[in-house]
T-cell receptor
Framework: GIQVEQSPPDLILQEGANSTLRCNFS?????LQWFHQNPWGQLINLFY???GTKQNGRLSATTVATERYSLLYISSSQTTDSGVYFC?????????FGQGTTLQVKP | KAGVTQTPRYLIKTRGQQVTLSCSPI?????VSWYQQTPGQGLQFLFE???????NKGNFPGRFSGRQFSNSRSEMNVSTLELGDSALYLC????????????FGNGTRLTVT
């Protein structure tokens, strides 16, 4: 099956800083999604992005499918951005999740 | 539009018992998937239901089962609970095609003692 690796595993930022999270996957995919899990456990869908670039406010994502990676950019981070960010790719009808990047934004 | 609703939010059960978790998808969504999240194994796919039929299944023992009703609501059942079944169980829904974004509920936190 497809392997999904995320880096870095942990990230600590000061409020206002920018960051880049990376997701590598081992095979070609038709479906890649980014999620944010808040401290209360809720998983929020950030992007559906099998290829190309998308932006939503301070967040943007780029997937280079031919090179099998995706990047999530967070600009001007806020304390509410804290939590775990997951990348997930589709493999035979199911989403395979990476282990996540835990982000802590300090005020 | 209401999001994915899971009940109950918390459950405490004893080893050997069984448990049923419920999930109501977003209105109009026909696919419901279940995931188990633990600190050690991360997020793992349990199964997916579409139009009352199991369409995909993960690598979990037969103690884990599910079903979907004609209104797309879904239940999952775990029989003969083990300590290792303690986890956050997340339900997600989408329109049903493989290119639709997945939307998750708040989860049911199950503790087995």
């Amino acid at each position: 099956g497809i392997q999904v690796e995320q880096s870095p595993p942990d990230l600590i930022l000061q409020e206002g800083a920018n960051s880049t999270l990376r997701c590598n996957f081992s095979d070609s995919v038709n479906n890649l999604q980014w999620f944010h899990q808040n401290p209360w456990g809720q998983l929020i869908n950030l992007f559906y992005i099998p290829s190309g670039t998308k932006q939503n406010g301070r967040l943007s994502a780029t997937t280079v499918a031919t090179e099998r990676y995706s990047l999530l950019y967070i600009s001007s981070s806020q304390t509410t951005d804290s939590g775990v960010y997951f990348c997930a790719v589709e493999d035979t009808g199911k989403l395979i999740f990476g282990q996540g990047t835990t982000l802590q934004v300090k005020p | 539009k209401a999001g994915v609703t899971q009940t109950p939010r918390y459950l405490i059960k004893t080893r050997g018992q069984q448990v049923t978790l419920s999930c109501s998808p977003i209105s109009g969504h026909r696919s419901v998937s279940w995931y188990q999240q633990t600190p050690g194994q991360g997020l793992q796919f349990l199964f997916e239901y579409f139009s009352e039929t199991q369409r995909n299944k993960g690598n979990f023992p037969g103690r884990f089962s599910g079903r979907q009703f004609s209104n797309s609501r879904s239940e999952m059942n775990v029989s003969t609970l083990e300590l290792g079944d303690s986890a956050l169980y997340l339900c997600a829904s989408n329109a049903g095609d493989r290119y639709s974004p997945l939307h998750f509920g708040n989860g049911t936190r199950l503790t087995v003692t």
